[in-house]
């Protein structure tokens, strides 16, 4: 039972790897299979998000499944190994616990993350790639995500994507309430910039989704009108705020796009934000005059204005994390001495039976019972001590000693007395 994690997140990769290396929802069984089957892997679990990119494992050979994350991208592994961080056992451990907690999130404490580790967790016990030593390890995480926020004050004032989208709105706009907004999915992550951004009572809403029936159900949320994907070429250059956060694995809004709707827009200004990994945008449209784009690594600056009121709570949530790894570390401990446990039990039991079956024998033969009694518990005694009486018989000078104190230690008693 080894556990490893590795992966790549905001802190060691840019945007423009992680999306390489991002896993769409509707791909996620089939690459945890891909996993499982071909690779020395026996469970897997793939966490995928706009920030990180992390595959929990119980796999004796760790060099094999980091491999397998380049190849199954197609990507060179010395072009992705040098962001790859690897966390064997007890780091892995911490470091799940930290993640679910928010304390390794580019929003210190945010809450979004704990819910993709449960969807990622539901994805991989679909995939049948969910077995004892993962669901154990997840399971308590989420108790210790649960105990973190529940004593500690890690979750206030927190600043989520969502709130920093209309931070950073408003430095372009003097009100969004004079302006339109076009959401572009219809995800939780557009949800909670909806909620946000609906909150400034913008002039117009829109909701833009591959599906018409799920961008129905959220314009109608907001009071707002909804279209299909099929519809933005005609409909971008209407909205001021363009908020995208969608699955597709290509850009759906390119530059060209843009330059037709900022010259329908007579150059006014357009402020897009781009919350998918992949990019829905094509970065080049960074570089137009009239278009002030940011991605999820720009909102960094803006997310960490709540950091120092919750940076009290850190240590108090570390130490929670602390004690608690050592507590799944114990267990991990219990669990490799299973296989040793079992073969002592099996090897007491055929020392049952077989005293067992003697005494049955001489009871139907007509002996006395308490005769056969005691004969059957002196059996049992005799075999259950033969092999320490023969081991501290027979033990060397030089083991002697540690021997008798661990045989003292196992049976509680104390030979000087």
């Keep these: 039972m080894h556990l490893f994690a590795f992966g790549i997140n905001h802190q060691t990769a840019p945007l423009d790897v992680r999306e390489q290396v991002a896993f769409p929802s509707e791909d996620m069984e089939g690459a945890l299979r891909d996993l499982v089957d071909h690779r020395p892997v026996r469970e897997a679990a793939i966490l995928s998000t706009c920030n990180r990119t992390e595959v929990y494992c119980n ?20 072009n992705i190994g040098p962001y790859i961080y690897r966390l064997p056992n007890d780091q892995a451990v911490k470091h799940a616990f930290r993640v679910a ?8 404490g945010e809450p979004q ?3 993709q580790m449960k969807d990622a967790v539901k994805s991989a016990a679909e ?19 649960k105990e973190v926020r529940t004593h500690t004050e890690i979750g206030a004032n927190s600043v989520s994507m969502a709130a920093a989208s209309v931070r950073l709105a408003a430095r372009i706009f003097e009100s969004l309430a004079d302006q339109s907004v076009l959401f572009i999915g219809a995800g939780e992550m557009v949800e909670l910039c909806a909620t946000h951004f609906c909150a400034q009572r913008p002039k117009r809403v829109t909701v833009a989704n591959r599906t018409l029936e799920r961008a129905r159900a959220l314009a109608n949320r907001f009071n707002g009108h909804a279209i299909t994907l099929n519809e933005l070429p005609d409909q971008l250059a209407l909205h001021d705020v363009v908020i995208s956060c969608t699955a597709s ?7 060209g796009m843009l330059e037709r709707a900022v010259k329908a827009r007579r150059h006014r200004p357009i ?21 002030f784009l940011y ?12 950091v120092e009121a919750r940076q009290g709570a850190v240590a108090q949530a570390e130490a929670i994390i602390d004690t608690s790894v050592a507590s799944f570390m114990h267990w991990m401990e219990t669990r490799e001495m299973v296989p040793t446990i079992r073969a002592l039990r099996d090897h007491a039991e055929r020392f049952r039976r077989h005293e067992v079956e003697r005494a049955l024998r001489l009871l139907n033969k007509g002996e006395d019972p308490q005769k056969v009694l005691e004969s059957l518990s002196r059996g049992l005694t005799n075999k259950f001590l033969h092999m320490p009486s023969h081991a501290l018989n027979h033990a060397q000078h030089e083991e002697r000693d540690a021997l008798v104190e661990f045989i003292s230690r196992l049976y509680n008693i104390h030979p000087q007395e």
């Design 127 to 145: 995939a049948g790639t969910l077995g004892l030593l993962l669901h154990k390890l997840f399971q308590r995480t989420f108790s210790v995500a």
């Design 249 to 255: 694995p290509l850009p759906i809004l390119g530059k």
């Design 295 to 306: 991605t999820v690594d720009d909102l960094a600056e803006i997310v960490r204005d709540g």
């Design 113 to 115: 993350i704990l819910g």
């Design 101 to 108: 907690s928010g304390l390794d999130s580019m929003v210190l």
């Design 59 to 78: 796999t004796d050979e760790p060099d094999s499944a980091v491999d397998w994350l380049a190849g199954y991208h197609r990507m060179q592994a010395a």
């Design 271 to 291: 402020f897009m934000v781009d919350l998918a990994v992949p990019r829905d945008v094509e970065p080049e449209v960074a570089e137009m005059d009239d278009v």
